[in-house]
């Protein structure tokens, strides 16, 4: 029987850690250590093999292909998944793939300790806890041992304001990481647990609509309007809790002034510039990592799940083999695309977590009764199912 490219789960992470660190703005995207360990202990018991990305999509086209296949990934490139992800997958057994960014990687460090060096009393757990994202060095160690596949994350893994229409302004704690980014891009590598990072720009600083860089057609902001917004929130006390609709009366004045007179923006892409911005993107991104890790770069994940059909194409153009289907309309029946489904803790509950994880990988596989839970949930609540 025909093993369907949709039997086989394919997972994602992002930064795994033996806890969440809640000075990062973006904490949420560590799983706990624990719940990870977890999950590889119930693949390894229920005697799952792991496949890159390329024998994922070789094996679907193979009639004989018996067994329980599942690829894990890794995206963003945090400097954890060497530290503990690594470790553990050659524990284990398993292989990872790791989605990069160029412009997050880590240009000042080289190796750093890991589990490894903790289990073989070389470190403390206190010397190993380290946050950020990895460096050159760090990938080819693990690229060249086996268990880790470097594959392409975008290059600058960002946002743009796309409209005037403000939807935040920056204070203590913003996610603040793509407009102080985009204006200084030598420190995104360095920014988790950097304090002087998010003062890069001033409090009060007008945040916009903004999209994915891949999908997004930029618009240039008009900087005296900027610097008229954080004259006016000068004297604002940004100590108190953060509350939009009290700052964005504030500002309502000048916002209208400039608005009426079609003033806030002052320049925009055009579909030639976006165009070829993406092409930039993703083509400069898979020759950096070849020409690091002197290996082939063939699969792409799409930065926050979002793409369109010419972002895809294009990335074909230039040499991926495929592209994650993320938010876009495509389905994972395309011999370019691959679906995947995130595997998270619960109700901080490792019976809770593992009960979840059992039901999201046998629903995919289309196992019983887990897919039959999975078809009448989806069809209650959305009216279909998501794949």
Partial sequence: MKISIKSIPVIYYHSIAPRQNTKWFRYWLTLELKYFEDQLKYLKHHNYNSLFLSEYFEIRGNSR?????VVLTFDDGYVDNYIYVYPLLKKYGFKGTFFVSPEFVNKKSSMRKTLDDYWHNKAS???????G????????????NGFIDIQSHTMSHTK????????????PGSDCLYPIGNLFPERKPYYIGDPDFERLLPYGYPFFEEASAVIAKKVQINEEFIQEIIKRLKKWDFSVPYNFEKLMSQVKEIYLKYKKNDSIIIGKESQKEYEQRVEEELKLSKEMIEKELEKPVEYLCWPHGDNNDFSHKKALEVGYKATTVGKSKATSNDDHRFSRIGLGAYKNSLFLSNLKMRYKINSYRKKQPWYTLFWLYNKMKYGELPY
């Fill in 125 to 131: 757990l206190k010397e190993i806890d380290n946050w």
């Fill in 160 to 171: 743009y304001f796309i409209s005037d229409n403000i939807t935040g302004f920056h204070y």
């Fill in 133 to 144: 994202f990895l460096s050159w060095e760090e990938m080819r160690i693990m690229q060249n």
């Fill in 65 to 69: 292909e018996k067994g329980n296949y």
